[in-house]
């Protein structure tokens, strides 16, 4: 129920469910000084989330608790979870209001919420943040999330399955950014994180993530036919940086594309993306301190790193 009390720090589990893998991760210590305590890797039935969230609880329960035991190089004891959903399950809207206080927001938001989700807002978790202000307006820019309660109950039901507890469930691009980018390091940047079937693309500008989408090119697409699958995957970054380019306003100059996720393996791509977009691409080590690190982990470290 306390991530502390009387000041002892109760540790985390990073749970990151992927397409065909789940992942665990535990650290120790806190912040960019931590290190790895275990990790492991997991198959799990593909398509073991959707739409409808969990679809086999007691299966993946149990996948969690294998995964805890088979880590490596020590085994893994938090019972706090730490989790993330993808984006593509989660809906997002970003709403101009007129500037106005925190708890008119609060008012307002489920309110309008009927009009631009697909599902009524009483089947929802809903939260929200302020992007800005838009320049020369009495307008204030406001990214509305969602997220369907049926996903969430079935994450909170899995873990506690596995004898454990939901503490927290961001999206995956939000803890992409937790692993890969310091707290002092403002942007602006794309990070494009590759999973098996799908990638996610994502805005880090001033400090904090400010837009993202799903594209649905993935790692196996790219081992399958790497040239017409890359084409398509630069479009879609091309189209997006623009986006954000028209939607705030300025021509953002982003200072690179950061990779994630274990099709950030596939041969060739870094040095492709990079002199088809123009935008310096890498790969870049997570801020925690390890010797060793495959893109694929991006996700679970940032979840692992997550505190109250
Ligand atoms: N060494 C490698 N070379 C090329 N591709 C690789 C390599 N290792 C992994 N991949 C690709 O990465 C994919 C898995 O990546 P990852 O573990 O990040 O996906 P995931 O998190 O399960 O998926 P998602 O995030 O979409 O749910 C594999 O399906 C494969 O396409
Ligand atoms: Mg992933």
Request: hydrophobic share 40%; net charge positive; charged share 20%.
């Amino acid at each position: 129920m306390y991530e502390s009390v009387l000041g002892f720090k109760k540790p985390i589990l990073g749970l990151d469910i992927g397409y065909k893998t789940l992942k665990v991760m535990q650290l120790r210590g806190d912040g960019p000084g931590s290190s790895l305590l275990g990790v492991a890797e997991i198959q799990i039935p593909p398509r073991s989330l959707g739409k409808e969230g969990i679809k086999e609880k007691e299966a993946i329960a149990k996948a969690i608790t294998n995964a805890m035991l088979s880590a490596k190089p020590h085994s893994i004891t938090a019972k706090i979870v730490s989790s993330a959903l993808p984006e593509s399950l989660v809906f997002t809207k970003s709403v101009d209001l007129p500037t106005m206080t925190p708890q008119e927001i609060n008012k307002n938001i489920p309110y309008q919420a009927g009009e631009f989700f697909p599902i009524p807002p009483s089947e929802t978790y809903m939260d929200w943040q302020v992007v800005g202000e838009l320049p020369g307006t009495n307008t204030t820019d406001v990214l509305v999330v969602a997220a369907p309660k049926i996903i969430i109950d079935s994450f909170a039901e899995t873990i506690k399955m596995a004898g454990l507890e939901l503490m927290s469930l961001e999206t995956k691009p939000v803890a992409d950014v937790r692993a890969l980018i310091s707290g002092s390091d403002r942007g602006p940047y794309l990070i494009l994180d590759l999973g098996a079937k799908t990638s996610s693309l994502t805005c880090y500008d001033q400090g904090t993530v400010k837009l993202t989408s799903t594209i649905s090119i993935g790692g196996d697409d790219l081992t399958n036919d790497f040239q017409p699958n890359l084409k398509n995957m630069v479009t879609e970054i091309i189209h997006f940086a623009k986006y954000y380019q028209n939607r705030i306003g300025q021509a953002t100059i982003f200072h690179k594309i950061i990779l994630a996720g274990g099709g950030a393996n596939t041969n060739g791509l870094r040095k492709t993306l990079e002199d088809a977009t123009r935008i310096k691409t890498e790969i870049t080590w997570p801020i925690i301190k390890t010797k060793t690190y495959n893109p694929k982990y991006a996700t679970v470290i940032g979840l692992a790193m997550k505190r109250i």
